[in-house]
């Protein structure tokens, strides 16, 4: 893929120690050898087609950056039709190629206008708006939150009154607070927007509807009268997306506009509610259950640019007088660095995992069967605040490690984190999502006491197990655990989570005989559940991780995976050893045995390090990182970045001549 | 005023003036600041546009501009303190740094300390008139922490009196050093200095690289910016090649090392010279760290008073997400560092203000501990203080994310603090060799004085790891000094364990070497313990410097608070020692939610007293008067992609695609 005769001599030799068939890797990751096959196909078709080919954003204006980034999807969605690409992956895999892992202006208008016409829309509204939806000329966006709220829905303020006279809807933003803020596409990009409101009708409030609202004229692309429509404004990332504002001054629309496959206004006012709630649910947990593989992604991209810049940077001396030698050869390097491989693999396998539990589990769901979605809802609120926690610290520790040049806009490591941060705020605050997790834990856990029988990821909270982990001294705890066995490391996990889930069910029951209201003794107890949300996903995590080792055939694979396994189950419990000694899960010999046990592993993977990221099989166009090179040849790569700077397109900037020159004589 | 806000404020059970005094070092030098203040504030020559919503070129220009109004205003006001000076400085450049930034920092500073007598006549006068506008080029593109390794030449010609400097290789060329890539006329460079055929080390050289009068690059130099980075916007770190360019031998600067007109070369009399501005400016970065916290809890603080959302109880308003629990526990124990971090930067601060006096009348006593302490609190308090500003911005939800709420450009402005003077790791592991060496002096039998005492044999050998049953428990959590005993004790045991690990390294025939490297995560965990320990004792001994009640009452609890967080977060540590049991630990937990509950009505108050100025902070988030909305809409407006209702875009690609599909 890559041309290997200019290879760094160091990045070679790394390759040549590897101690198994990274190509074998890259089709575990990727689901077999077709898969990768057709993975590479999509992305040659776009890294070789020169209607694609872009300016470096770090170069550019924002304005500049949202242009280019709209001159892109326009080519992407006319090429996607003449390829005839239509599948779902396909599509996301052309996009991430075309976009490389920058979001764009018409995410929105793909990912959330088209699929909620697809699922809310009436067969006379699929007939009126998905047509011209599909090929552009209705451009969509989802406006939900507003600036005075976002995470609860029953605090929005946007309402829509039906006027029987006229038979329309009056949409207004009442407040400052109220007007919508940030959905993606809707500044200067869409003409039309699925809008969020309380529905009124006959005198009542029926709680949020959504509603289609034209907010551009279709040919002159100007806003319609009553609109208040803009660009948030610069952010700390998203730079290609035009995130925007939408305010409405009493904007009607007609009452074919209110999006009715469920709920209905009839054209008197009449209101008719939707047959079942849980409907809008499944959207939800399919997003988050996406971010858990976002992070897997951000965090095999980091740990690549990180891992190769390692192996080819020298510095200080370990022995006087040898040469400087390869920074990957510190241990504290390897300490910062391999962890975060391991979580890398570990998210990876865990995004495969409720990727492929959805899937089966939206077969369920549209035939009626409800009955997994609570606890899948649950475990994704989680493990996308996990997931992208973890993730979110881990990027910044890879920048740093590659000391300063981390922090150039080169090394692409500050893209990856703006554009990585916001999964920890949106699509569900990060707390909050630990909270809910929390209450179902909970819930589970005080079933589990009533003499109910637990299945799925939270059995481990019946009765008969945790009888056995109440918190004790710990003398009285015979000490089985073997810290080199996964599946004794993965039962103390468990045991972790099922002491904290039983630590917070009883702060919650000592707040209440306190004669706390529930809801205070719930918000009084919210730092333990949320210690023990953390805990439950961690188990989760090592569990399926470990899980997967049983489906590697290959030995050499096989062998480097389990490595990774251990270290990353074991640098957890280091990370958290209050919690394990405090528990009496594990001893004080214990403890200091795993400090020198990761000491081993890190030196058991260093020689493995560099084809455990080149396994990911990132291509350099798509990492756009001088010092995540496949050919390692940092140093010229960077000189030749910075003399395109924009400050560089003249010798002697304006600003001599203005300020500095004129200052001598004012002295 | 935001309602929500106002009640805040009166909730407050201390004088918030009073400790903004405290803060500042008296009442007079907090009237000064704020004299300071008003003047830049209220003049309208450094009135700016908002940096976000210009392109990288107009920052920079914006910057210089207002640098050279800023070196005009300071000559007519004759304001001549370096303290009064910096603190000018910061209010105009609010969370920016500026292109001239080096000029002040490193080039005036190394011509006033490493200038001879007629090498001070020459260059000081054209230095200060900003004739020559100067930068310090000492890292290299393939070479940072490492000065041996920097490969830059000056080889001196005795036949024309003159050094050669070269960059012989792509990984030689000087590489980020600010105001270096536009606008700088000079730079000091640091070079491996060869004469009479024989390298003797890195030396400092004043080479021109513009042309005086025209600003263009001199012949043999290549030089320009390195290209956008995280944040800096507003400076041109550069890059700068050198093809055999000649400077005169009087270039050198001579006060120390010489080299004769004939080639010889003359020692420097003391290697230790040049350590002072590496401990001064690593004790000036943890106050930048208090400074960048109290700033990031200013913002989050009080837009959690004034934010609403969910509800806590049903049926009820939405309520101030500053009460709930989660929230606190995310904010105030930051808030408690912030504090911490302020007093143990003014400590610092002090403390190199008495040695530096010792240190010019030839007393080197101290400076090695100091160095040893700097270069730790110096990474302990960037690292704690980086991942604290971003723990401030998630918690404002979306809204963080926005450039309008600063703390996008706090982050990425702090950041760096992390790995520039001197790598983070690196540093920790500087500290730890002084502590081991100290623990190995403490074995020997020697009497350590200082912050190290209390690894003296006769301490320590009460505190050898080992079970729980075996030490007796006589830690009270409510009392500070048992608490800096326990840091203490915790830190003793670490630093055995890591000069242990060196022990039983060397003993399976490591070299030295291999057996530090070997070493190194235990050392790190133990220079960590250490600078912690040091962090909760100088809040602790702060203190008794507090006569006012309330404020003392309230600084307590941030100390208490500060001091239990940490061990909630290291309780393994605590356990693992035995020098807390399991009950202990329990305790804590539920004894840091009352703390926050009895913060929680004086949030406000303790971030009312940074006194940061609106203009200073430029968040909409963390306005003082709380109203956030009126003015985030108001800052949207300005963004310059709505300077047109249709953006070019529309017209180029996506109305031309319809009639494609």
Redo the contacts between chains.
Sequence with gaps: MNSTFTMNPDIMKERQNATFDVEKLTYILDGGPEKTKRRREIESMVLNDPDFQEEDP??L???ER??QA??K??QM??KL?EYGIADPEEIYCYKKCVHPDRPEPLDLHLGMFLPTLLNQATPEQMDRFFMPAW???I?GTYAQ?E??????L??LETTATYDPATQEFVLNSPT??S?KW?PGGL???SNHAVVLAQLYTQGNCHGLHAFIVPIRDMN????LPGIVV???????GFSEV?NG?LKLENVRIPRENMLMKYAKVEPDGTYVKPPSAKLTYGTMVFIRSMIVGESARALAKSCTIAIRYSSV????????GSP?PQIL?????Q??LFPLLAMAYAFTFVGQYMSQTYQRISGDINEGDFSELPELHALSAGLKAFTTWET??AI?VCR?SC??H?????SAL?DIY?NF??T???EG????MM?QTARYLVKSYQRAMAGQQLSGTVSYLNEAEHQRVQ?Q???ARPTVVDINDLASLVEVYKLRAAILVALAAKSIQQELQRRK?P??A???????L?RASDAHCHYVVVKLFTDKLGEIGDTAIHSVMSTLALLYALHGI?K???????A?LLN?PQ??QI?IR??ELLAQLRPNAVALVDSFDLHDKKLNSVLGRYDGNV??H??E????????AT??????H???????S??
């Excluded at 600036?147 to 609860?152: E, P, R, S």
């Design positions: 770090n170069f204006s924002r304005s949202y242009d709209v001159r999807s326009a969605i006319l039709r090929n552009l000329e451009v939150t600036m005075g709220h976002g995470t609860h029953r605090g400052i607070s007007i940030w500044g200067k990009t002159t692309h100007v806003p803009g660009d948030i404004g610069p952010k700390f035009d504002f940077r020298h510095q200080s001396e370990i022995r006087p400087e050869d510190y241990q504290t390097q300490y910062k979110n610290s910044e740093m000391g300063g981390g922090y150039s806009r080169s500050p703006v941060t916001p920890c705020t949106y605050e990060n707390t909050v909270l918190p001294p710990v003398a209201s809801e205070d719930w918000n009084n107890s919210a730092i333990d949320v280091t958290n050893s209050g919690d394990f000694l405090q009496g004080v403890v200091l400090s990761i000491k140093y010229d960077m000189f970045w910075a003399r395109r700077s924009p400050l560089n010798e002697v900037h304006e600003s001599f203005k300020y500095l020159k004129p200052l001598r004012k002295l």
